[in-house]
C-alpha cells in the first residue's frame, strides 16, 4: 500500500466499517482485516498503555492487507503521539476532549505539512505509508495533508461551537462522545439520555451540512438503521474490550452455574 486508503474512501463517498482494537499486537489487526468486514482498524490509545513500535506494527499489519488505520489520541500530548503515528503510517487520527473550536484549529495546524506557512509538520525520516521515507518534499507534503482528521465532539463547550469546528478546512469526520458530553455538564449519562441524542443529532445535522463525515459507534448491526436514517454512512463497530467482556461474564457465568450445579 502506497496510498492513503482512508482518504481514498472518503473521496470515493464510500460508506465505511471498523473495529476498536486495544492491542498493539500486529495479529489481531490481520485477524480483523481476514475477516474482509473492514475497512479499517481504530487502535484506542487514549485508553491502552501503547508504543511507538506498536503503531508501526499495526499500521504494517493494515497495509499488507490493504485496510486503513486510525489511532484515537487523548489531548494531553496529542500533538507528539499523533505525529509519530502518522510518521509510523497510520492513515487516520482521532482526537478526543477538544473544548473550542480554537483548539481544533490549532490540531488542524499541527496536523497540516509545514509548507509555505500552512502548518506544523515537518520532514521526519520515518516509515510513513508503504515505508517511504524519502519522497520529494511536495510528495511528503501531500502525504501528510492526505491524513484524515476526525475529532471527538464530546464536550459541550465543543457543541455549543459546532457550527464553527465543521467549517474548519481540514476537519474530515466528526463524532459524538456521549459519557464525556454528559460528564462536562455534571450529569450521569443513563439519566440524560434524551437531552445527549438530541445533541448528537444537532452534531450529524452539522457535520453533514458543512460536507464533515460524521461517524458513530455501535456495538450491533441493528443499532446502525437509527444512524443511517440521519445520514450517517460511518461506523465503528464493537471494541475489543468490551466484546472479550461481554464473553467472559455471560459464558463464564453459565459454566460456573452448571458447576454448582455438580
Known sequence: MQENKMRQLLEKDSPTISTRLWSGWGVFTEMVALTG????VEL???YAPLTE???ENVAMAAELHNI???LKVDYQNHGYVAQKAVGAGFQSILFADHHTAEEVRET???MKADQLGEGRFGYPNRRFIG????LSQKDHAKRVNDVVLAFMIEKADAMNEIEEICSIPGVDMVQFGPSDYCLSLGKNREEYVEEYKAAERKMIKTALAHGVHPRCEIQTPEEAQYYLDLGVRHFSLGDQFKVMQKYLKEEGSRLRSR???I
Open 108 to 110: 488542524v495546524r499541527i
Open 44 to 46: 484506542i490509545a487514549e
Open 131 to 134: 515505508g517511504r521515507t524519502h
Open 259 to 261: 458447576l454448582a450445579e
Open 37 to 40: 468486514n473492514f475497512d479499517y
Open 53 to 55: 513500535k506498536d503503531f
Open 68 to 70: 486503513g488505520s486510525m
